[in-house]
């Protein structure tokens, strides 16, 4: 027990001087929100590293390795992937203009509304975009829970309070100060789940007999449940069946793709070369860190066949950790699921205090032609800070209640982004006649058929993106064909490296600068 | 075992590089430095010459 406090203190410890480091660096809100669009690849790569490792992929995805068998692979690892792979493509685009926005409801408004003051679609994007995003903190915090509680022994509740202290400190400083966090954070998940999964590689008595067991064995997930059938655990589409899997893989991947806290991450780096590379790196860095999950997830179920009565599936690797590692090799896989846990989450509460204030509140403060000054924007620096607070403190109660498996709430939500945004993003930045009533239908659409489709199940069993997404993207293509093209300012920053004046100033309004 | 998941992982990456490649060549014709045409196209390194 000594030990892992001992070690967790030193964690806490690096944290904090590395998010006072990053706040020293906040000099306006451009700093605040998108590290002023001056971050370089280092830090581009292990910012976006450790935000894809969330306790969704650090503890839900051995899990459902464990409890539902390789085809998880191919849901999750593969889908995840497939998302980065695509956003080159979508990074390059985002960070062409030479005024590019700072937030994804403000290139919403860009986009599709230039030639408006306020822009509605610009709010309803960043509604959508705070309940998502807070969906995403209290899973975040629930996973932090759960660690600190099974290591400790204290209440659940009470981790997850401390888990809030941690997460508002590293927030407080903004973007610069989420990157550099995660930068230590990407580092220390690295050597966590390297030294999980030598040990249970050792411990189970190597990979043939980690393989030989998975493939073999009948243990249900939880203590007294049905059994499996044997080999069902190393099918292709395990006990999910094809279209759940596909479906799975299609929000992980397409929908991860146009999440709108990655889409924002574009507009940090310094030029558009530096953000499509930074994901390229990412694939790479992945690569095995995912490796050594995935022995992680089979080597447990050959460690611990069947788990408690009353847990989840994402308690596997805590339960593993302290069953099975020696406390400092234990320790470190320890911190590296709280370090994935806060790396997201400071993340998530950024993108939702944006949402709120700067696209929601700031957007309407400053309509009608206000420019926003030096001192309006420290005020809303402020008002940024206290808000992230408030939200942490919600997000905590939301966690306390343990509303879903970790990775399942993470799919949820990027199959929901998916839905509602694919076709505002891909076509956006790479049609040209993509305009306001096509991106109105899109979302709607996108929106009403992922919901029936997630409570009621979707038609012939297609998987739900297909149906959700697919059908959003078909209405935008239509009425985009059928209405006027958009005015040259809404598509002009993003197809063109030599913009008009009027487009470069219609970029200024949205921003609200004072030039 | 099925390898489909494996070979679908390993589809991913090798997509992440077909996806890269084209963007920073189209990047480098631009000759622009403010979108980082004269970074090199695996590190961004300014000094070096980008791969053309």
Redesign the interface.
Known sequence: MSIYLGVFIGYFAIIIISSIVGAKKVETMGDFTTGGNSM??ILGVGTSVATWLSVASVMGVPGNIYSRG?????GW??GW??G???M??I??KI??P?VPTRTFPEFIHARYDADKDVSPLQIVAAVIELAGYFVFSFIQVQGFGIVLNRITGLPFVTCCWLFMIILVFTCFGGFQSVARTDTVNAILILIGVIAGAITVVNVAGGMGAI?EN??TTTAPAVTGGNPIPAGSL???WGVFGASAIMST?LSN?LGASVAPHWVARFMAP?????G??Q??WV??FL?PI?ICIVIIGMGGKALMPSLPEGVTSDYMFPQLIINYLNPVLGSLALVAICAAAVSTANSMLLHCSTSLIYDIVRNIKFSGGKKATVEDDAKTTKVLRITILVLGVLAVIGAIQQWSFLADGFTYVYGAFGSVFFAMVWLGLYVKKMNRPAAWVSLIVGFILYFYCVTQGAPFGLPTFIVSGGCSVISAIIVMLVTKAPPVECYEAYFS?DPSEATVAAMHRIRRDDV | MSMFPIIMWILMVVVAFVIYIPVAIKINKTGLKRLGATAHIFTCDPDKDPIK
């Not at chain 1, 310094?270 to 530096?274: G, P, Q, R, S, V």
């Open positions: 370089g690849l390789v085809c998880a692979i191919t690892i593969a992937f497939g980065t792979a695509l080159p493509l990074a390059y960070r062409r030479a393989v998975f493939a190393t099918s292709t893989f991947s310094k030029n558009a070369k530096t499509a590379l994901m390229f694939v790479i690569i995912f490296d």
